[in-house]
């Protein structure tokens, strides 16, 4: 089984629009998809269309929560919250006439002591019955910034795999931990690492250099270019045909969530990676945010490039 976490759950709303976004104006809703979102639940929905048993955790509250909850059983997706007393937030995507996204991302309710502890607590018990973990996105307010580095630790403790894909200071401490693998995009492994980074070499060079200090799999998500994989089978980059994007929000995601799936099916890391590359260049062809149609992906899989650099 494959086991999520997701600490900043939200409910997503995106907003389809006839108009362009500007200040200022009233603007009307033509549409609106709602998910349950928080990257790790686009992650959780996407494995679940891959075919893989997925439980998805973390914190939900309030009425917004108790949606979240209806909105994963929906979609037969099983769940193991911790429940708080805050409300979950909510985020909202909106798409105008041109598919340009424009992202409102509410923070977390604040998480308390009590809450993490019983999290940690159960987070231990369902280890045992999991062979891969994902952790993403950004963390709600109450919880230090090492919270994903001791989740690592636990998950490394009892020889699972792990995938950690966030930003900033959490990425910043949980890389400390060494997780199985990473996916920052490369302004994500710019603000890790301090430095610019302006072309393919660097961006290589980068790679590296993360891959160099313990983490087995760092794989650089390139948007249309698709992502640059290092491991220590080589450095490889999977290159997705030219597709008309619809909804690019939840990319990352579904690449995390076919990993993963990877990952639990023993694929090895350069399978893994056209597989990733496959499913979320398919998520890009639909308006719903992590969700793919598995034509789209088989479609892609058989004109992805892989290149050994
Ligand atoms: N326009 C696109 N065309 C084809 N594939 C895409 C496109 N945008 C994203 N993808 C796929 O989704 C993956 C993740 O997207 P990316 O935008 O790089 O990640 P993030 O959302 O984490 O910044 C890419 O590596 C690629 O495989
Ligand atoms: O979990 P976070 O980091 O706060 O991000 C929340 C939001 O980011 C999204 O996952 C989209 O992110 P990506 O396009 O980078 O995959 C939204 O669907 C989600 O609600």
Same mark, same amino acid.
């Given at each position: 089984?494959?086991?999520?976490?997701?600490?900043?759950?939200?409910?997503?709303?995106?907003?389809?629009?006839?108009?362009?976004?500007?200040?200022? #104006?009233?603007?009307?809703?033509?549409?609106?998809?709602?998910?349950?979102?928080?990257?790790?639940?686009?992650?959780?929905?996407?494995?679940?269309?891959?075919?893989?048993?997925? $439980?998805?955790?973390?914190?939900?509250?309030?009425?917004?929560?108790?949606?979240?909850?209806?909105?994963?059983?929906?979609? @037969?997706?099983?769940?193991?919250?911790?429940?708080? #007393?805050?409300?979950?937030?909510?985020?909202?995507?909106?798409?105008?006439?041109?598919?340009?996204?424009?992202?409102?991302?509410?923070?977390? *309710?604040?998480?308390?002591?009590?809450?993490?502890?019983?999290?940690?607590?159960? /987070?231990?018990?369902?280890?045992?019955?999991?062979?891969?973990?994902?952790? +993403?996105?950004? +963390?709600?307010?109450?919880?230090? &910034?090492?919270? !994903?580095?001791? $989740?690592?630790?636990?998950?490394?403790?009892?020889?699972?795999?792990?995938?950690?894909?966030?930003?900033?200071?959490?990425?910043? @401490?949980?890389?400390?931990?060494?997780?199985?693998?990473? #996916?920052?995009?490369? @302004? @994500?492994?710019?603000?890790?690492?301090?430095?610019?980074?302006?072309?393919?070499?660097?961006?290589?060079?980068?790679?590296? #250099?993360?891959?160099?200090?313990? =983490?087995?799999?760092?794989?650089?998500?390139?948007?249309?270019?698709?992502?640059?994989?290092?491991?220590?089978?080589?450095?490889?980059?999977?290159?997705?045909? &030219? =597709?008309?994007?619809?909804?690019?929000?939840?990319?990352?995601?579904?690449?995390?969530?076919? /990993?993963?799936?990877? /990952?639990?099916?023993?694929?090895?890391?350069?399978?893994?990676?056209?597989?990733?590359?496959?499913?979320?260049?398919?998520?890009?062809?639909?308006?719903?945010?992590?969700?793919?149609?598995?034509?789209? *992906? !088989?479609?892609?899989?058989?004109?992805?490039?892989?290149?050994?650099?």
């Amino acid at each position: 089984m494959i086991t999520t976490i997701t600490l900043n759950v939200s409910v997503d709303k995106a907003y389809h629009i006839n108009e362009t976004v500007e200040s200022g #104006k009233v603007i009307r809703v033509a549409t609106c998809n709602m998910t349950a979102g928080g990257k790790g639940l686009n992650v959780s929905r996407v494995i679940k269309m891959c075919g893989e048993d997925v $439980l998805a955790t973390g914190f939900v509250g309030g009425h917004t929560g108790a949606l979240v909850e209806d909105l994963l059983q929906k979609d @037969e997706i099983k769940s193991k919250f911790v429940h708080t #007393k805050g409300e979950t937030r909510n985020c909202i995507n909106i798409l105008d006439q041109d598919n340009v996204s424009t992202e409102f991302l509410e923070p977390g *309710a604040p998480v308390s002591e009590e809450e993490k502890n019983l999290f940690i607590k159960e /987070f231990d018990e369902i280890l045992d019955k999991t062979n891969v973990v994902t952790i +993403s996105g950004s +963390s709600p307010q109450g919880l230090d &910034k090492d919270i !994903y580095r001791v $989740l690592i630790d636990m998950v490394k403790k009892k020889g699972k795999k792990v995938i950690l894909d966030t930003s900033g200071e959490l990425l910043k @401490e949980g890389i400390k931990a060494c997780p199985t693998m990473i #996916k920052p995009n490369s @302004e @994500e492994m710019e603000s890790l690492l301090g430095v610019g980074i302006n072309n393919r070499e660097e961006i290589i060079n980068s790679a590296i #250099k993360l891959h160099k200090s313990g =983490i087995e799999i760092v794989v650089v998500s390139l948007g249309g270019e698709g992502a640059l994989l290092v491991s220590e089978d080589g450095i490889y980059q999977g290159k997705p045909p &030219k =597709i008309e994007a619809v909804n690019t929000v939840g990319c990352g995601d579904s690449m995390v969530a076919a /990993f993963a799936v990877g /990952f639990e099916r023993g694929y090895s890391p350069v399978e893994s990676l056209k597989y990733a590359v496959s499913v979320s260049a398919a998520n890009a062809l639909t308006s719903s945010t992590g969700s793919f149609i598995k034509e789209d *992906a !088989y479609k892609i899989f058989e004109d992805i490039k892989i290149i050994k650099i």
